[in-house]
């Protein structure tokens, strides 16, 4: 029973996708299947660390790949964090668990003609979800703020007077990034759309559902992976991904690592120096076209 609740949490209330759910009902099911092959009188709900970890060795055996094997980790983690906070259990058996090492994978930006693809080219809905839709893309995009700081977006911290947005990071920190002429008249049209959808005016989130609630994570994904289908063959197209491009965009114009390290939030600039691989890349192909001493 607590394995269906718990999958009827995250679709209820983390409004997770179906493939999502599917994939958390897979993990569980077949770690449930390992102990009972392992311990009979076992079950999954009051398992020690041990058993898990006896599951990672034979996913290790079975060459499973370390990234999958995370991935079925986590799936156990949120499980028991669910069974914690419903009191099922005491204490969570993975709290020190440690995920496997994994190579780092590069992720790639989108282009500069892609996002004006995406911004320019696409002909968006003309009502209000897809004004909503343009403006949470264009506003991702410029900037970089993070998936969950746009759901939390409340009118309080839009000032579009001062041309300014107020954002609530990691650790409650507290940061200011202007914004664009074009991000500007967007939010303009936008809180006049909006209007129309509110149903209590005590609800200040930004971004609404046409129903008048606040917006959630999993549909913000939904947005990024659906346009930018239309026009990229990229493998990953998040809200993170346009996080990424936004950085290396701007570093790519020669913007300060420094500057960029505090667009985003980061607490310390090797966060931000994972975003400079591209840039590297950019002033490679300059410096190869400009050296007067290159000939090819």
């Known amino acids: 029973m607590s394995e269906a609740a718990f999958i009827a949490y995250l679709a209820l209330e983390k409004k997770y996708s ?7 009902e897979n993990d569980l099911a077949e770690f449930s299947l390992f102990c009972k092959a392992e ?10 660390y041990a058993i898990i970890r006896n599951w990672i060795v ?5 060459k499973i790949a370390n990234r999958t094997i995370n991935r079925k980790i986590s799936s156990l983690k949120a499980y028991y964090k669910f069974l914690l906070k419903t009191e099922t259990i005491a204490v969570n058996p993975l709290a020190k668990h440690k995920a496997l090492k994994t190579a780092k994978k590069i992720e790639i930006p989108f282009s500069e003609a892609e996002m004006q693809q995406v911004l320019n080219a696409l002909s968006f809905l003309d009502d209000f979800e897809g ?12 900037t970089g703020i993070r998936r969950i700081e746009l759901v939390m977006m409340r009118l309080s911290n839009v000032d579009l007077q001062q041309k300014t947005i107020k954002v609530l990071g990691k650790r409650n920190k507290e940061r200011i990034i202007p914004l664009i002429d074009s991000l500007v008249m967007l939010f303009q049209e936008y809180f006049n759309s909006r209007k129309a959808v509110v149903i209590n005016e005590s609800d200040d989130f930004v971004f609404l559902l046409k129903s008048g609630s606040k917006i959630y994570e ?8 659906h346009y930018f289908s239309l026009v990229s063959s990229k493998v990953k197209k998040s ?11 701007l570093l790519n114009k020669g913007a300060d690592l420094n500057s960029v390290k505090e667009l985003l939030g980061h607490a310390s600039l090797a966060s931000t120096q994972v975003y400079t691989h591209n840039s590297i890349a950019e002033l490679k192909k300059v410096h190869l076209r400009s050296h007067p001493r290159n000939k090819n």
């Open 39 to 48: 311990c009979p009188k076992e079950v999954i709900d009051h398992v020690s």
């Open 218 to 225: 999993t549909l913000v994904y939904r947005i990024i992976n």
């Open 131 to 142: 004004l909503r839709d343009k403006l949470i893309i264009e506003l991702l995009y410029a």
């Open 239 to 249: 809200p993170h991904i346009l996080r990424h491009t936004f950085a290396t965009h």
């Open 58 to 62: 034979a996913l290790v055996d079975a």
């Open 18 to 24: 179906l493939n999502t759910l599917k994939a958390y």
